[in-house]
C-alpha cells in the first residue's frame, strides 16, 4: 500500500514538477530575451512579470477553440495530444535527485528506475515526431505540411546521432538505467577529473546536445516553425490551447532533454570533488541532491535561451548536411574510439 | 493560386507546389507578395506580385500643389523618409533653378545621411529576423529610436518627416544637436560592433548568406540596380560621389564594394556604409558650425511656386540606391506630371533570377537584404 | 563637345533626331516611335556616348498640355513639344496624345540623357526594350498598366500594379482623381 502511495506521489509530483519548470520557463525564455536584447521583457503582470504564464495559460483555454474548414479533423485534434504526451511521459525515467529515507523507508528520487532508461527516452521522444507531422498535415496548410516534413527530416535525421552518441554512454557505464549511471559518476578518475559523463565523452556530449537541440526544435533548429520563412510552420493553423500543448510540450521537452543531459554527462546530483551524501543525513542529503541537481538542469534550461537568442538559423540542407555528414561520421568515430579505449584498459 | 498554365513535372514524382507567400506574411515586410512554384524546398520559380500598396501617388501629386506633395513623399520609403522629401525637393528646384543655400544643404546632408543610417539598421536587423538571429535587431533599432528621436526634436515626427521645403530648409538645426550626436554616436557605432560581432564570423551566418542569391555587376547593371545592392556587386557607383549633389562633393567617405553581390556582400556593404554616414555627419556638421549663425536656409522662392513649363530628371543615392524624380511642369501651379523612380523597384523586379534555383530560406534571405519597402515599390 | 552634339552626331546621320530640348540641364531627345530599338542601340553602343544604363521607363499623358492648343493663344505654347507639334500637325489637328520617356544614363561619364518617342492613341505600340535592358521589365508593365502603351516584344505584359481586370487607365489626364467606382472581388474557390 505505502509502496502504490509513494508511486502516485512520486508520478504526481514530478509531474506537476515539470510542468511548473515547463511554466516558469516561458516566462524565463521571455526575461531572458529582454535581458540579452536590451529590454524589460513581460513586466506587467505581478512582480517582473512572473504572473506573465498564468495569463497566457488563461488567454489560451479561454479563445474559442476554431478548426479550420478544410482540415482533416481527426487528425487536427490528436496532433498536440500526440505531441504532448510524449513530452509529458518521457520525464518518468530521468532522476532528479539520490535518494530519500522516510520512516526507514528507501525511496529513490526518479519515478521509475527502469534498467532499459534511455531506450525508454529516445522511444518516447521519437513519438513527439508523430504529432508533429499528424498536425502539420491535418491542418490542410502549405506551411503546415512544409513545417511537419522539415520537422520529421529532421527528427529522424537526428535521432540517429543522438542514438549513437547515448551508445557511447553504455560502452563506459555498461549500463541502460539512467540511475546507475548516475551513482557512477561520483568520484573523480585519473586522480583529478570529476567521474561525470562530460569528461569521459567529451565528443560524445557535444554531439548529444547538438542532436538534441535540433531534436527540441530550438535555434538553431528551428525550422520547423521558421517564423520568417513558414508563418509558424506545423502549428500554423491551430490556435488556443491546442496551440498552447504544443508550445507547453516544447517546453517540457526541454526540461527532459536537461535532465538527461545532467544525469548522463554532468554527474546528475553529484557535486565534484566533494561527496555530500556522507556529511548529510538522509533527509537533508535527498534534499540536496534534488537541488543540485535541479540547479544543473536550470543552468541547461538557461543555455537553451541564450542560443536562441544568439544564433541564426540554419537552413533546411545545412542542417540535413550537418546531420548526415557532420554528426553521424563523427559519432561513429566516437564509439570507434570508446570502443578502443575500453578494450585497451580493461 | 493554382494557376500554372503549363503541366509541371518535378524531379522524381511530379508536381510542383505553389506557394503563396504574402501579402500577409512575416517575412513579407509590407505587403509584398511572392508566389513560389515549389519542388520540396527549393524553388522553381519564384514570381513576385506588387501592388498592394499602391495608392497613386503620382496621380495625387498630379491635383496637389508643389509643395503639397511633399508631405506624399514621406509616404515612399517610410523608414527613411528624409532623402525621399529631398529628392523630390531638389527636383522642383532644379526645374525652377533655384540654387539652395549652402547651410541648408548641409543640414539636409545630416539628415539624410541619419536617415541613411536608420534605414540601413532596420534592413539588417531585419534581415538577422528573417535568418532567425533575432537579437542584433534590437540593438539596432534602440538606436534607430535615438535617430527617430533627434528627427522628432528637429520638427516633431519621427517617421514621416516632412523635411524640409522647396528651396532649402524649414528650420536650422536646434542648438544643441552637437551633444546629441555626441551621445549618438558612440552608440550607433557599439550597436553595429554588437551586430558584427553576434553576425559577421558566425558560422551559421556566414553559411546562410554566403554565396546566396549572388549576382554578377552585369546582370546588376542590367536589371537597372543601383545602390548598396549594386555596390555589393562590385560596381563602385555611388551618386553621391558620381553626380555630386548637396555638396556631397565636399566630404571625405568610402564607398564600399562587394564581389559577389549575394546577401552577405549586401549585408556587409550596408554595414560599412553606416559607419562612413557617421564620417560624413562628422565633417558636414563641422562646416555647418563654420557657417555664419544668420546664413540664409531658404532660396528666394515665390510663394505660390510656378515653375516655368519644362521637364527635369533629379535623383540622389538614398538608402536602397538612386531615388529619382521626374517632374513636368506646365507652367501652372501643380505638377503635370510626377514619376517616382523608387530604387528597390528597380531591383526587386529582378528578383525571379535572383532567387532562381535557391531553397525557400534563401528567398527570405535575399529579399530582406534587398530592403524593398512596399511604399515606394508600389507608390 | 558637349553631350548634345555627341548625339546629334550619332542620330542625326541616320534622321532619327525629330526633335531635341534642353531643360535645365537635362538633354531630351524625341525619337520616332519605329526605331527606338536601333535608336537605344546606337546610342548604348557608339563609342562617346555609351548610354549603358536604364534608369527608367515611363509614360506621360499629354492630354491636357495639347487641349489649349485647340483654342488660339494659350500659354503653354512655348512649353517643350511646341516644334514636334508643329510638324505633325499636318497630319493631325494635335500631337500625338501619350509619351514614353526613356532614362539614360551613362556609367564612365555619369551623362544623363532622356529619350522620348510620341505614341498616339490610335496606334499604341511601342517596341520593348526587354532586349537590350531587362530594367525596362516593370516599368514597362507599369506604362501599360498606367496609360495602356503596349510594348511590343515584352515577355509577360500584364498589369503591375491595378488588378488584372481593372478596366481603366489610371494615370491618364482623362480618368478621375478619385476613381470610377471600379471594385474588386476576390473570390475565394478554387
New interface residues.
Given amino acids: 500500500m505505502d509502496d502504490w502511495l509513494i508511486a502516485i506521489i512520486k508520478v504526481v509530483g514530478i509531474w506537476v514538477w515539470v510542468l511548473l519548470i515547463a511554466v516558469v520557463m516561458t516566462w524565463v525564455e521571455r526575461r531572458g530575451?529582454g535581458l540579452?536584447?536590451?529590454?524589460p521583457g513581460p513586466n506587467r503582470a505581478g512582480p517582473w512579470g512572473l504572473f506573465q504564464p498564468l495569463a497566457d495559460g488563461i488567454k489560451l483555454f479561454t479563445k474559442e477553440e476554431i478548426i479550420p474548414t478544410k482540415a482533416q479533423k481527426f487528425l487536427y485534434i490528436i496532433g498536440p495530444a500526440l505531441f504532448s504526451l510524449p513530452a509529458f511521459s518521457a520525464y518518468a525515467v530521468v532522476p532528479f535527485g539520490d535518494k530519500i529515507i522516510l520512516g526507514g523507508k528507501e525511496i529513490i528520487l526518479q519515478v521509475s528506475d527502469v534498467n532499459i532508461g534511455f531506450l525508454y527516452i529516445l522511444a518516447i521522444g521519437s513519438m513527439a515526431v508523430y504529432g508533429v507531422i499528424l498536425g502539420g498535415w491535418g491542418s490542410t496548410n502549405?506551411?503546415s505540411i512544409?513545417g511537419g516534413?522539415?520537422s520529421t527530416a529532421q527528427m529522424v535525421s537526428y535521432e540517429v546521432p543522438l542514438g549513437l552518441a547515448l551508445l557511447a554512454v553504455v560502452f563506459v557505464y555498461g549500463t541502460f538505467s539512467l540511475r546507475d549511471i548516475s551513482l557512477a559518476q561520483q568520484g573523480t578518475f585519473l586522480g583529478f577529473l570529476p567521474n561525470w559523463g562530460i569528461f569521459k565523452q567529451p565528443l560524445g556530449f557535444i554531439l548529444f546536445i547538438v542532436a538534441a537541440y535540433a531534436e527540441a526544435n530550438r535555434?538553431?533548429f528551428?525550422?520547423p516553425e521558421?517564423?520568417?520563412?513558414?508563418?509558424s510552420g506545423y502549428h500554423t493553423e491551430y490556435g488556443s490551447m491546442r496551440l498552447g500543448l504544443y508550445l507547453f510540450g516544447e517546453y517540457v521537452n526541454l526540461v527532459t532533454i536537461s535532465g538527461t543531459i545532467v544525469a548522463l554527462y554532468f554527474g546528475s546530483w553529484h557535486l565534484p570533488y566533494i561527496d555530500l551524501g556522507a556529511y548529510l543525513g538522509p533527509i537533508s542529503w535527498g534534499i540536496v541532491s534534488f537541488c543540485i541537481f535541479f540547479l544543473k538542469v536550470a543552468f541547461f534550461l538557461w543555455l537553451f535561451v541564450w542560443v536562441r537568442?544568439?544564433?541564426?538559423?540554419?537552413?533546411?540542407?545545412?542542417v540535413m548536411g550537418l546531420g548526415w555528414r557532420g554528426l553521424i561520421p563523427l559519432a561513429l568515430f566516437n564509439i570507434f574510439i570508446t570502443a578502443l579505449f575500453i578494450q585497451l584498459t580493461v | 493560386m493554382n494557376q500554372n498554365p503549363t503541366p509541371q513535372t518535378g524531379h522524381g514524382t511530379g508536381d510542383y507546389v505553389t506557394v503563396n507567400i504574402g501579402p500577409s506574411h512575416p517575412a513579407m515586410h509590407g505587403t509584398l507578395r511572392v508566389i513560389a512554384l515549389t519542388d520540396g524546398e527549393s524553388l522553381i520559380k519564384a514570381e513576385p506580385e506588387i501592388g498592394y500598396l499602391h495608392r497613386g501617388v503620382e496621380k495625387l501629386g498630379e491635383s496637389l500643389s508643389y509643395h503639397q506633395f511633399i508631405p506624399i513623399t514621406d509616404r515612399l520609403n517610410y523608414c527613411s523618409a528624409i532623402p525621399n522629401n529631398v529628392s523630390y525637393e531638389m527636383a522642383v528646384e532644379k526645374l525652377m533653378g533655384l540654387e539652395v543655400p549652402e547651410k541648408a544643404q548641409l543640414i539636409r546632408v545630416i539628415m539624410m545621411e541619419l536617415a541613411r543610417i536608420a534605414d540601413h539598421q532596420v534592413c539588417v536587423g531585419i534581415l538577422g529576423v528573417d535568418l532567425g538571429a533575432f537579437t542584433p535587431f534590437f540593438y539596432l533599432i534602440i538606436q534607430r529610436e535615438e535617430i527617430y528621436e533627434i528627427f522628432e526634436w528637429f520638427n516633431g515626427a519621427r517617421l514621416t518627416n516632412t523635411f524640409g521645403r522647396i528651396g532649402g530648409v524649414d528650420a536650422d538645426l536646434p542648438d544643441d544637436f552637437e551633444d546629441r550626436w555626441n551621445e549618438l554616436k558612440p552608440n550607433v557605432r557599439k550597436a553595429n560592433e554588437e551586430t558584427e560581432k553576434l553576425l559577421t564570423h558566425n558560422r551559421i551566418w556566414m553559411d546562410r548568406t554566403i554565396g546566396v542569391s549572388a549576382f554578377s555587376a552585369e546582370d546588376a547593371l542590367n536589371w537597372g540596380f543601383t545602390g548598396p545592392c549594386l555596390r555589393a556587386c562590385g560596381v563602385k557607383r555611388d551618386l553621391r560621389k558620381d553626380e555630386p549633389y548637396c555638396m556631397y562633393d565636399k566630404f571625405d567617405f568610402e564607398v564600399p564594394v562587394g564581389k559577389n553581390g549575394d546577401v552577405f556582400d549586401r549585408y556587409i556593404v550596408r554595414m560599412i556604409e553606416m559607419e562612413q554616414s557617421i564620417k560624413i555627419i562628422d565633417q558636414a556638421y563641422k562646416l555647418y558650425k563654420e557657417m555664419p549663425a544668420d546664413a540664409p536656409l531658404m532660396a528666394r522662392v515665390p510663394k505660390v511656386i510656378k515653375p516655368p513649363a519644362g521637364e527635369v530628371y533629379s535623383a540622389l543615392e538614398s538608402p536602397n540606391g538612386e531615388l529619382g524624380f521626374f517632374v513636368k511642369s506646365d507652367g501652372s501651379a501643380n505638377p503635370y506630371r510626377i514619376r517616382i523612380r523608387p530604387p528597390c523597384y528597380m531591383i526587386y523586379q529582378a528578383f525571379p533570377e535572383l532567387v532562381k534555383g535557391e531553397l525557400i530560406a534563401d528567398l527570405v534571405a535575399c529579399l530582406s537584404s534587398l530592403n524593398v519597402i512596399a511604399g515606394e515599390l508600389d507608390r | 563637345m558637349d553631350l548634345k552634339n555627341r548625339v546629334e552626331q550619332c542620330l542625326g546621320p541616320e534622321n532619327l533626331v525629330v526633335a531635341m530640348a534642353e531643360c535645365q540641364g537635362d538633354l531630351s531627345v524625341e525619337v520616332p516611335k519605329r526605331s527606338i530599338l536601333d535608336v537605344m542601340r546606337l546610342l548604348r553602343d557608339t563609342p562617346g556616348l555609351g548610354f549603358n544604363f536604364l534608369s527608367d521607363v515611363f509614360g506621360v499623358d499629354n492630354l491636357d498640355l495639347n487641349k489649349p492648343k485647340k483654342r488660339p493663344k494659350k500659354k503653354t505654347e512655348e512649353g517643350e513639344g511646341a516644334e514636334e507639334a508643329e510638324e505633325t500637325a499636318e497630319k493631325e489637328s494635335l500631337p500625338p496624345r501619350f509619351e514614353v520617356i526613356y532614362l539614360l544614363l551613362c556609367l564612365e561619364r555619369n551623362e544623363r540623357l532622356q529619350v522620348k518617342v510620341r505614341v498616339a492613341e490610335d496606334d499604341m505600340e511601342v517596341d520593348s526594350l526587354y532586349s537590350i535592358w531587362k530594367a525596362s521589365d516593370w516599368p514597362e508593365r507599369e506604362a501599360f498598366d498606367m496609360y495602356g502603351i503596349r510594348f511590343k516584344g515584352h515577355p509577360n505584359l500584364k498589369r503591375l500594379l491595378m488588378w488584372d481586370d481593372f478596366p481603366a487607365y489610371p494615370l491618364r489626364k482623362d480618368y478621375p482623381l478619385e476613381g470610377q467606382g471600379e471594385e474588386r472581388h476576390l473570390i475565394y474557390d478554387d
Fill in positions: 530575451a540579452i536584447q536590451d529590454r502549405k506551411y512544409l516534413l522539415r535555434v538553431p528551428d525550422l521558421a517564423e520568417s520563412e513558414i508563418v537568442w544568439t544564433l541564426p538559423r540554419f537552413r533546411y540542407d545545412q
